[in-house]
């Protein structure tokens, strides 16, 4: 059955784990039988703490391959989340300079004849 959106439905799946960075998950990884915390065949989550990191929102499942020396067994199945983008522009002031900018613009829109320009 095809959903609404023109594709195929996907397959649920749990996030198991995060981990702050690749590399931190494939040190774990390879311990092989030894780490238990993620079982084989499991999904983690790479939660970077720099949410512009390409790697940030990686999802990787856990196989079984641990003795491979680059990737450890962990296995990628794609990316949840993109990039952040640029923060917003915030002007930080006063009430008083808050109150006397309403002031104008009110004055203003008076003199237009049209007071819904205000908001």
């Known amino acids: 059955m095809y959903s609404f959106y ?32 993620v079982h084989y065949n499991e999904h983690v989550l790479i939660n970077t703490p720099n949410k512009n990191d390409k790697d940030n929102g990686k999802i990787f499942r856990r196989g079984y391959n ?23 522009n915030l002007k930080i002031g006063t009430f008083t300079q808050i109150d006397n900018k309403y002031n104008e613009v009110k004055n203003t829109a008076t003199i237009t004849g049209n007071p819904e320009e205000i908001y």
Do not use: C, L, W
């Open 6 to 37: 023109g594709g195929r439905p996907g397959n649920s799946f749990v996030i198991v784990r995060t981990f702050p960075s690749i590399k931190a998950m494939t040190d774990e990884f390879q311990k092989g039988p030894d780490y238990t915390e």
């Open 66 to 88: 641990y003795q491979d020396k680059i990737t450890h067994g962990a296995e990628y199945i794609g990316t949840i989340v993109g990039p952040a983008g640029p923060a917003p």
